[in-house]
């Protein structure tokens, strides 16, 4: 008796479990489509204990994590979709995607790479992939991917286009060009044109830039974009009173914040904004016009353009005077071109002169005195910062200020407060970890140490550190596992593209 | 427990006494002598790069002689009519030298980097082994004032763009092996254009050495009467991927009696080659902590030196770097492993600015601690017209030991030779007027080199001039190990070292106020020890590997 018993569940389990899940799965689709996400993937949870060959309810369980902005557990679920034979470019696709947005770059990077090389034949894979490497900076890798949906797909504009538009934001103008003049270019595509016209400016070829711009608004004078490229244009070429007509002309346009800037000033002027600080240059007051610069310039500095964000604030300084804002913006951007410049210095020591009550005059000096290698004076700096308002940014700075001085326990100490202040930055937990890993508290280091992994996976330093501690206490194995893990994730951010200038260019921290 | 007392009040004693004042040599030392590296607006990389200097005694006389390497310009070497050489300067023993160029058949007209010393041959007369774009060259000692080119029978004229080279027995056979750092690969004909790689904070400055094509180092066995062989691949060292290789220094850091391999990389994680003691290494940098810094960045590696800072007993590691960034002191802890140590060391603010190069550990107070002195200038000229927060000519830095685990910034009080600003490159160490007191020399693109007269501290010291008769003539690789006044302290044996220059072969120690070295025990490459006890201090003194089978 008993062993019919065994041979009648062996059998239910191999003739009935299908049967059994195909019901189940339905259940749980069902409450996905009734927008119940926890309840459907819960149901899905349960129902691949019994059913861990299905790949397709792995799939469908990631896109339910996926949507309900879980991508780690997104990212787990494709690859135990993969893993169980369900691997077509849509699940690999989507796995790439929740690496990159759970932060797994090195495998998102990798995964993405391996997919590039097979040269799948569906271009709008390959222009998918592309606009996520893309969004994630990986620009020549992006290049790969669009260059094969465009030639997958040659009267794409789309592929064509984001094409073009790498190859621009790589510098190489040329071949934007060349991209964009193909046959079956779609001329009268505005944003195509601006590109295209911006391309040429990157070659100093304004004339040209600048003849296609004024088609653009001649053809289309309600278009916002060609009106802000070619002041752009024209404030690279010092020609700031054209730059002031046509923005004059995009101002009356409205409120327009889907603009497209293509164009990014390479002059770098902050010498001649301290020289009109300095001389205190004429003013025509008016707050509207100020302001509509100021959120040019801030807009712009958001992208990282920090030397088109010095040109507006020049033409904001015109309208408003030396104010607080505009010095503290102007160090801001200063510091980002060029941080060791001394204009960046001096602006920032002005707008904390000018409103000492302002924390974040104070932080930045403190800042560009740490990056200049004066720990002093950016201790005093930052300590200002500090007692006017704490952050677990400005907490973090006076950290590294008082480690490089060379005071561990006082570094230490404003680390723990960073972390208490800001919990989720891993850049505090990193430091906290680093520095506590140099003193003889190295379980505690491990765990900040995790915990900025935890919150940011591509945290290749942390694995350096994390790898040292091991190694220090005799666990080989485990040293090895991380210090695999740093080169591998090292690798991968390395991999991306440089944005802006002065510390954003150094990797993804700014 | 008598010694105990004595150094602790005679150590408060040193540390109450006024600064040092170095004073430079100058131009009365006889030394004329511009180092030529392109034009002063350096547009392309291999302006920057030269520099080294070789302190040795070329005839043995007891002094120390002092060799510049030159360098050359892109029209030079295109047209083939540099006329830019090295100098060799013979010291006259009064505080002035003689250009002996000419008559010792040497003055190397390539594009010379750098320089390194050894008796490849053991026959007791130093030889002259030099890096170039294009082939290297070995000048082996005639014995009588004279040098002839030996590089075809060597087997040593490795070609490309060599930097740093650094001698050892790493197999001890007693014969000294070679280790030749490549930078890169450089066409005079094909000079690397304008691109995103030739921006510095958004200048346009000279390109590389990212985005150049980085080159492979190379490791030959000395076979016996300076006649060498590539054992690069035989070897593992070619396992490791091409770098921008810099400087290079040997030391065993792990005490195992065989000497190791770190060199130092541009902008790439740094080598340290374990000597596995089967003729075959095993780069380690990374476990060990040496291959890059703190926070897992690598760092622009530019020279490079071992030496026990704390006294420990174990070889710890300065590496120079790049400008807005720290020079890295590395701190070894045994069993392999090293920690970077800089913040705690108090040397992050007053490097952080400076563009460094040639470096050495090296007791200049002699009060029985190793302090730290650097090489320093930009390589960009453009930097100066910026205003930025580092200069093109730079000091040359004096960190002096607090004894503590700390270093001080002690150059601005050090008197006149720290004050002079210069594009510093290649420094060598040594005791030029043998008065015990350790001399820095320091060569300058385009300018004469700075010879830094040391007034000699109230400590003690001893200079040990070790010669070996199985182990290599040299001794290179041997460890001394001194104790006195209750330190013990080590010191090995070195070529080559620093940036793409060579020391003083005798190892130096500061005594403090020790009147008495206690015990000294020498550790022969061979792994034999000598030990001699109760050593009067304030001499320079010879001591000879003893061994029934000598040579």
Not at chain 1, 50 to 70: I, T
């Amino acid at each position: 008796m008993q062993s019919f018993i065994r041979i009648c569940w062996v059998w239910t389990l191999i003739v009935c479990a299908p049967a059994h899940a195909s019901v189940s799965a339905q259940t749980c689709q069902a409450a996905a489509k009734g927008n119940d996400h926890t309840a459907a993937a819960a149901c899905f949870e349960e129902l691949l204990t019994r059913a861990s060959n299905r790949g397709d309810l792995y799939y469908q369980l990631g896109l339910l994590y996926r949507d309900m902005g879980k991508s780690r557990e997104a990212a787990a679920r494709f690859e135990l979709a993969i893993d169980a034979g369900f691997r077509n470019l849509g699940v690999r696709f989507n796995l790439i995607s929740a690496y990159f947005a759970s932060h797994q770059s090195a495998a998102g990077l990798e995964n993405a790479q391996q997919l590039i090389s097979e040269a799948p034949k569906s271009a709008e894979i390959m222009l998918r992939l592309g606009r996520l490497l893309f969004q994630h900076l990986y620009y020549r890798d992006a290049l790969n991917a669009f260059q094969s949906a465009s030639a997958l797909a040659p009267d794409g504009f789309e592929p064509r286009f984001y094409l073009a538009l790498t190859h621009f934001l790589l510098k190489q103008y040329t071949e934007a060009i060349r991209v964009l003049s193909q046959r079956h270019f779609d001329f009268t595509n505005v944003e195509a044109v601006n590109l295209l016209a911006a391309s040429y400016a990157g070659t100093r070829d304004f004339a040209k830039g600048s003849e296609l711009l004024q088609t653009v608004i001649a053809g289309n004078p309600h278009s916002p974009h060609a009106y802000l490229n070619l002041a752009l244009m024209r404030l690279e070429e010092g020609r700031a009173e054209d730059a002031r007509g046509l923005l004059d002309q995009f101002r009356r346009l409205g409120p327009q914040r889907e603009a497209k800037v293509f164009y990014a000033v390479e002059r770098n002027s902050c010498a001649e904004l301290a020289a009109e600080i300095r001389e205190d240059t004429k003013v025509q007051r008016s707050q509207d016009m100020a302001n509509f610069y100021w959120d040019l310039a801030s807009q712009v500095q958001d992208r990282y353009h920090f030397a088109s964000a010095v040109e507006l604030l020049r033409l904001a300084r015109r309208y408003e005077g030396n104010s607080e804002r505009l010095l503290r913006a102007g160090g801001r951007s200063c510091l980002n071109l060029a941080p060791q410049g001394a204009e960046a210095m001096w602006l920032l020591m002005q707008a904390a002169e000018a409103d000492p009550s302002q924390p974040e005059a104070w932080y930045l000096l403190g800042r560009a005195q740490l990056r200049q290698g004066d720990s002093e004076k950016a201790l005093d700096a930052l300590h200002r910062a500090m007692s006017i308002h704490a952050t677990g940014e400005y907490a973090l700075s006076l950290g590294k200020a008082l480690a490089n001085k060379g005071s561990g326990s006082e570094a230490i100490a404003a680390f723990e407060q960073a972390v208490k202040l800001a919990p989720s930055n891993a850049e505090a937990q990193f430091e906290l970890g680093r520095a506590l890993s140099q003193s003889s508290e190295t379980d505690e280091a491990r765990l900040h140490l995790m915990k900025a992994i935890e919150l940011e996976p591509d945290f290749y330093e942390a694995y350096y550190v994390l790898g040292r501690i091991c190694l220090r206490h005799g666990e080989r194995e485990q040293s090895e596992k991380y210090l695999a893990l740093f080169e591998r994730t090292k690798r991968a951010v390395m991999q991306q593209s440089i944005v802006g200038a002065g510390y954003v260019s150094e990797g993804r921290r700014p | 427990m008598r010694g105990w007392p004595v150094l602790f009040y005679g150590a408060l004693a040193l540390g109450a006494a006024s600064p040092l004042l170095f004073r430079e040599w100058g131009k009365s030392s006889g030394i004329d002598f511009k180092l030529t590296s392109g034009t002063p607006g350096k547009h392309y990389i291999i302006e920057s790069i030269t520099g080294g200097v070789a302190l040795f005694d070329y005839n043995n006389d007891g002094l120390l002689d002092i060799y510049l390497v030159n360098g050359s310009t892109i029209e030079a070497e295109r047209s083939n009519t540099n006329t830019a050489e090295d100098k060799l300067f013979r010291n006259n023993g009064d505080g002035t030298f003689t250009d002996v160029t000419r008559q010792a058949g040497l003055g190397d007209r390539r594009w010379t980097m750098g320089v390194a010393i050894a008796d490849v041959n053991n026959d007791g007369f130093d030889d002259i082994y030099i890096t170039n774009y294009g082939a290297n060259r070995l000048y082996l000692n005639n014995g009588d004032g004279t040098f002839r080119d030996f590089t075809e029978e060597s087997g040593t004229g490795i070609t490309g763009w060599s930097s740093g080279a650094a001698f050892a027995d790493y197999d001890g056979d007693g014969n000294l092996d070679l280790y030749v750092s490549q930078y890169l690969d450089f066409d005079f004909q094909h000079l690397p254009a304008d691109s995103l790689i030739c921006r510095y904070l958004d200048i346009p400055v000279q390109c590389g050495p990212r985005g150049l094509t980085p080159a492979h180092g190379r490791l030959l066995h000395n076979r016996g009467g300076g006649r060498f062989e590539d054992v690069t691949v035989k070897s593992g060292i070619g396992k490791a991927p091409p770098a921008y290789g810099l400087g290079v220094v040997w030391g065993d850091y792990d005490d195992d009696g065989r000497p190791d391999l770190f060199v130092g990389n541009d902008s790439l994680p740094a080598y340290l080659f374990h000597n596995d003691g089967n003729g075959m290494f095993t780069e380690v940098a990374l476990p060990a902590g040496v291959a890059l810094r703190e926070d897992g960045r690598e760092q622009a590696d530019m020279g490079v030196d071992f030496g026990d800072f704390d006294n420990d007993g174990k070889l710890d590691l300065i590496v120079t770097t790049f400008s807005e960034d720290y020079k890295t002191l590395f701190h070894n802890d045994g069993a392999g492993h090293f920690t970077d140590v800089t913040r705690s060391a108090g040397l992050v603010q007053p490097t952080w600015n400076l563009l460094s190069w040639g470096v050495q550990f090296v007791d200049l107070n002699n009060d029985g601690y190793l302090d730290i002195v650097m090489a320093n200038g930009h390589v960009y000229p453009e930097v100066d017209r910026h205003k930025l927060a580092t200069t093109y000519r730079q000091r040359p830095s004096y960190f002096l030991n607090l004894k503590n685990g700390r270093f001080k910034d002690a150059g601005a009080d050090a008197g006149p030779a720290f004050q002079r600003a210069e594009a510093g490159r290649g420094l060598a160490i040594g005791d030029l007027n043998n008065d015990g007191a350790m001399d820095i020399v320091i060569s300058n693109l385009d300018a004469q080199p700075t010879i830094i007269r040391n007034p000699g501290g109230p400590g003690h010291w001893i200079l040990l001039k070790l010669t070996g008769t199985v182990s290599n003539r040299d001794a290179v690789g041997a460890r001394v190990s001194v104790k006195a006044g209750g330190l013990t302290q080590i010191r090995e044996v070195k070529s080559g070292g620093s940036y793409q220059s060579h020391s003083d072969f005798r190892v130096h120690f500061g005594l403090g106020a020790a009147d008495i070295v206690d015990e000294l025990t020498v550790r022969w490459p061979t792994g034999k020890t000598q030990t001699l006890k109760h050593v009067k201090t304030n001499q320079i003194l010879k001591i000879e590997e003893v061994n029934s089978a000598s040579r």
